[in-house]
């Protein structure tokens, strides 16, 4: 079982379309988690930390349920520029100090 | 304030040759990581580096070696190489390695290996 697993993808929808993407984890113990983003052929860009009392920043929300081990990243009023990949990440300062990736959830907005 | 920069962008290697790979961290921060991605696929983690010591290492086998220098800037070096090596790598520089300083990447290094 992958660590940090995200749902496959790839996400297609219009303009202003409300999209939600979830991802688990494995590791009880894992202390702080993040939602990265990654255009085509670039490098991956922190989107926002992901709190236990979830937190929201502009159209983006993130959610947190450490008794589930689940991560969601809601959009709303999907933009054109909001097409990349959202990568969930997860830190377990225990492990060494890296950052666990999941394999990532592609997502076109279509005009 | 400069980015981390990455050193160079594409390479082709024969398998079986040996690589450097270089990063340079943004200004201020003292810790460096580096990552590889295959296509389709999230970074894996590969080492991390604080004041030029490891200081974490994923599941990728001693071939793999890395420095950091005094400045904090750091190589990635891969031995004997793979096909399965072909993928980016990432280098992230961050001021430290404790998980709450967000991690800045670097444009990635693009190595095929034929």
């Known amino acids: 079982r992958k660590e940090v697993e995200q749902d496959p993808g790839p996400f297609n929808v219009p303009e202003g379309a409300t999209v939600a993407f979830n991802c688990t984890y494995s590791?009880?113990?894992?202390?702080?988690f993040f939602w990265y983003r990654q255009d085509c052929r670039k490098e991956p860009k922190l989107l926002m930390s992901?709190?236990?009392s979830g937190n929201e920043d502009g159209r983006f929300t993130a959610q947190l349920n450490r008794a589930s081990q689940y991560i969601s990243l809601l959009i709303r009023d999907s933009k054109l520029s909001d097409s990349a990949t959202y990568l969930c990440v997860v830190f377990n300062y225990n492990q060494g100090g890296k950052l666990i990736f999941g394999q990532g959830t592609e997502l076109s907005v279509k005009p | 304030e400069t980015g981390v920069t990455q050193s160079p962008t594409h390479l082709i290697k024969t398998r079986g040759q040996q690589v450097t790979l270089r990063c340079s961290s943004q200004?201020?921060?003292?810790?460096v990581s580096w990552y590889q991605q295959a296509l389709g696929q999230g970074p894996q983690f590969i080492f991390q580096?604080?004041?030029?010591?490891?200081?974490g290492r994923g599941n990728f086998p001693p071939r793999f070696s890395g420095l950091q220098f005094p400045n904090y800037s750091s190589e990635l070096n891969v031995n004997a190489l793979e096909l399965d090596d072909s993928a980016l790598y990432l280098c992230?520089?961050?001021?430290?390695?404790?998980?709450?300083?967000?991690?800045?990447f670097g444009n990635g290094t693009r190595l095929t290996v034929t």
């Open positions: 200004s201020g921060h003292n810790t």
């Open positions: 992901v709190y236990s």
């Open positions: 992230a520089s961050s001021f430290s390695g404790t998980g709450d300083s967000p991690l800045h």
């Open positions: 580096y604080y004041r030029e010591e490891e200081n």
């Open positions: 590791n009880s113990a894992s202390q702080s």
